[in-house]
């Protein structure tokens, strides 16, 4: 059983414009969960109007009026309406879509009720607001994961010009030829792509334990066109909004999230979804920057919407939240070392100026070097990528920063494309040498440019550095990386996410049948059995100067 068993959570997406610090309107019955349906009426301030829909309309005055009248909660006629039959891909296009094409779902879902409401005074909003009721004795024993109910006005998502989950007016069939995953509204960017909404947390006694203003958006640079999308969350874009304290998932953290990911689990939506929450839990016991993960499921308007896992964002609160440093005080590069996130990159550039004008050979070149380099980190960081075999990296996905007056540390995120995910491993499984991959000149394997792949380079021609990494992971073979402790921790995974993935799959037939989800699990098994000889061998093979 998953230690978030019984903790649920209500995102509430809706068009708030000035919330209070006191409560004017009083529901009979808090959002939450009950064995029976009920009769919810409210209490309103005297002069003031109660507005309310129950298919999650965003609420004004072209909604019902609330007088005195009450809401049956559990009636199947203010159930909301069905918004899972209406695709989210393309139907039609070139071969990729057989890859993610949105299917129906397999069978009908529970869903849940939902009521919006807005308090006027005279054409003032004083209050707005949206409850979610789960009804009935199930739902205590449901889901092992926490429960997210996402509430919007389903034209924010399904408008052909301005909704977040269609391929809508922004698609077209040309763009296949220069973006592999193609185009659409969710692949938009900007906050005009962005939407206001209000967050709830339920503990397990089911009292409300957090809540906050919030902004969302897509997340994803490309793979916004999977079916199931992956939704960005903000909660300082709000007047109101406060952080979101991880210590409400595990008493032991004190992390506090400004900004957050539901995660569709990237490329690997159509395969085990934990494969890089999975990755981040072993990066966790290195000395790594990594995400934090939590898995939960999710209903939208209350439908069923599938497992999508909480993550942290790599941005400037991260460095704050765990290293105490604002962002006046550290500088974030990417990349190669020409994209500046943060800071500046002067001293990263001139790092990379002293390499190309020098001799690594010589150690007294190399101690300057690895002074402004976190050493421990950096050795751990490419252990980890290449041991792992990411695909995706080292000519993408890299972020690395430092104290003003600190050394550079290395952050890893997006571990979709490893352990042998996908065909742009060309020599095969646990058997590539993601060293070479990791060190060549040649663009040989995606796009890892020599420029990516020049500070390991040439610090691998450094005996002392070769000394350190080889005995850096002998030490982590023997640990952490081996096969015994690597197994323990996928079934630890499989055996929290099997319940859920039965529904999961489903929802979106991805992977097709919970038998296939389950040979995708295995195959990251047979994964970390085989590779510790290949790495092995690769690792004898750097040359020694």
Sequence with gaps: MSRFTCWFFSIIAIGVVNIGSSQNVIPSQESGFYEKGFELSFQIPRGATLYFSTNAEDPSKRNQKYVDQTIEIGSLSL?????????????????????????????????????????????????????????GEEWRSKHNFPIISLVTDNEHLYNQETGLFVPGINYSVDDWDENFFGTGNYNMKGEQWQRPGTIEIFAQTFNSQYNSLIDYRIHGAVVGVFPQKS????????????????????TSDSIELTRFILRNSGSDFVSTHFRDAFLHSVASKLNLDYQMSFPTVVYINGNY??????????????????????????????????????????????LLTFIYENDMTIDSNYTKIIEQIDLSNYIDYNIFQTFFCNMDWPGNNVKFWKTKNGKWRWIFFDGDLMMSRYEYNKHGGANHNAIDHATTTENNQWYNSSGSTFLL???????????????????????????????????????????EMQLHIQRWSYPKTIE????????????????????????????NN
């Excluded at 609160?317 to 500046?340: F, L, P, Q, R, W």
């Excluded at 040439?458 to 952490?480: P, V």
Aim: aromatic share 12%; proline share 5%.
């Design 79 to 135: 159930l909301p309406p069905r918004i899972d039959t209406i695709p989210t891909t393309p139907l039609t296009g070139p071969w990729q879509l057989d890859y993610f094409r949105w299917c129906p779902p397999k069978k009908n879902q529970n869903k849940v009720w939902i009521v919006r409401y807005a308090l006027f005074l005279e054409d003032s909003i004083l209050e707005e607001n949206a409850l979610t009721y789960f009804i």
């Design 457 to 499: 380079r040439n610090l691998m021609a450094n005996e002392t550095f070769q000394y350190e990494f080889k005995a850096r992971y002998e030490e982590l073979a023997s640990s952490i990386l081996s096969s015994e402790v690597l197994i323990t921790e996928i079934e630890r995974f499989r055996s929290n996410y099997e319940s």
């Design 231 to 250: 939704i960005r969350v903000y909660t300082d874009k709000s007047k109101n909004g406060k952080p979101l304290p991880t210590s409400i998932f595990n």
């Design 516 to 543: 296939s989800w389950e040979g995708e699990v295995d195959s990251l098994k047979n994964f970390v059995i085989e590779r510790p000889l290949h790495y092995k061998n690769h690792l004898e093979g750097i040359k």
């Design 305 to 350: 919407w599938g497992v999508l896992n909480l993550r942290e964002r790599i941005d400037s609160y991260y460095i704050e939240s765990h290293h105490g440093v604002t962002k006046e005080n550290y500088d974030m590069v990417e990349g190669t070392g020409a994209d500046v996130l943060q800071g500046s990159n002067e001293d990263f550039i001139a």
